[in-house]
């Protein structure tokens, strides 16, 4: 059975700041995706990994993909306080989509 | 504009009775899902579909039951069988050609609330 796990489940950081936060899956799988999900809002795609390697960057945001390691990280560089939200991320298998936790980001000014 | 439509937004449920939510969407989507997700918490599968006429239970089915008779809908009733629906409720499709799935893209979303 797949299953994702996310940590942190819960991150306070100060604007500035660097993290990171990891995904970790269960079984093979190429394709993983991150969701971030403001409160009381529906889920908007952020990143779609396709291969092992992958690494694709929006902003502040970064997202990688070691699928040797069933590994992925978000990486938030500067962190703005726009930032704060839920992170979510997903993976493909056995013709469903599973997903993490979810991260609760928090940016203090 | 393509995308996938939830209806209602808000939804409140007497005890004991049965509600259908709405879900539609103009992606040419082959695969739509139905996630739950309780205050705080993650998104758990309750149904899924590759094929129209066809959908398999996730990890939370009981008290719930779908249909697929078009490409387009896929619409979610709760049960009175389902002890406790409050909870907000996600749809969401996908791309599915020869058993590779793309990116899934969500509705807006429907909060059910007992009363």
């Known amino acids: 059975e797949l299953k994702v796990e996310q940590n942190p489940l819960f991150l306070s950081m100060q604007e500035g700041k660097n993290y990171t936060i990891y995904c970790n899956y269960s079984t093979t799988s190429d394709r993983l995706y991150w969701y971030r999900q403001d409160p009381g809002k529906s889920l908007e795609s952020l990143f779609v990994?396709?291969?092992?390697?992958a690494v694709k960057q929006e902003g502040r945001l970064m997202a990688s993909l070691d699928t040797k390691a069933r590994l992925s990280t978000l990486h938030i560089t500067a962190a703005v306080h726009d930032l704060s939200a839920t992170y979510f991320c997903a993976v493909t298998g056995a013709q469903k989509l599973v997903f993490g936790q979810g991260t609760r980001l928090t940016i203090n000014p | 504009d393509g995308g996938i439509t939830q209806s209602p937004k808000y939804l409140f449920r007497k005890e004991g009775q049965n509600v259908t939510l709405s879900c539609e969407q103009n992606?040419?989507?082959?695969?739509m899902y139905w996630y739950r997700q309780d205050p705080g918490q993650g998104l758990r599968l309750i149904y899924y579909s590759q094929i129209v006429n066809d959908f398999q239970k996730g990890d939370i089915a009981e008290g719930y039951s779908v249909s697929r008779e078009k490409k387009e809908s896929f619409p979610l009733t709760v049960t009175s069988a389902q002890k406790n629906p409050t909870a907000f409720y996600l749809c969401?499709?996908?791309?599915?050609?020869?058993?590779?799935?793309?990116?899934?893209?969500f509705g807006q979303g429907t909060r059910l609330t007992v009363v």
């Open positions: 969401a499709s996908s791309i599915d050609r020869t058993g590779v799935y793309t990116e899934a893209f």
């Open positions: 990994l396709l291969s092992n390697g």
């Open positions: 992606l040419n989507h082959d695969a």
